[in-house]
């Protein structure tokens, strides 16, 4: 997860993921700052920061350089066997509440 300059009023780190929106907010074609909304995963709530132009722009170079992946092994042809053989299994109660879970996120 990228480090934002942004915490939750619960207290939890802002990550990458967690952000719905960026807005730029321009004087005389100059950035004067950057709002950004997120939702904490943590508390769930939906909470707004601005932050200044040079912050965000390192935030957006350092997410650029990490990738999540990066941390995580090559996925083998057993994983993917053995992911298919389960998603075959599901009944069709299971898969309607995993997509019911999917789509509430």
Not at 17 to 45: G, M
Not at 64 to 84: A, H, W
Request: charged share 25%.
């Amino acid at each position: 997860m990228a480090i934002l300059p942004i915490n939750c009023q619960c207290g939890h780190q802002i990550g990458r993921e967690d952000i719905q929106q960026v807005t730029l907010s321009l004087i005389n074609e100059k950035p004067l700052f950057v709002h950004v909304i997120y939702r904490c995963p943590a508390c769930h709530r939906l909470g707004s920061k601005r932050i200044a132009p040079d912050q965000w722009q390192e935030a957006v170079a350092q997410m650029s350089r990490q990738r999540p992946s990066d941390d995580l092994p090559p996925i083998d042809t057993d994983e993917v066997i053995d992911f298919c053989q389960a998603i075959e299994n599901l009944s069709p109660r299971d898969l309607e509440a995993l997509r019911r879970e999917v789509s509430a996120e």
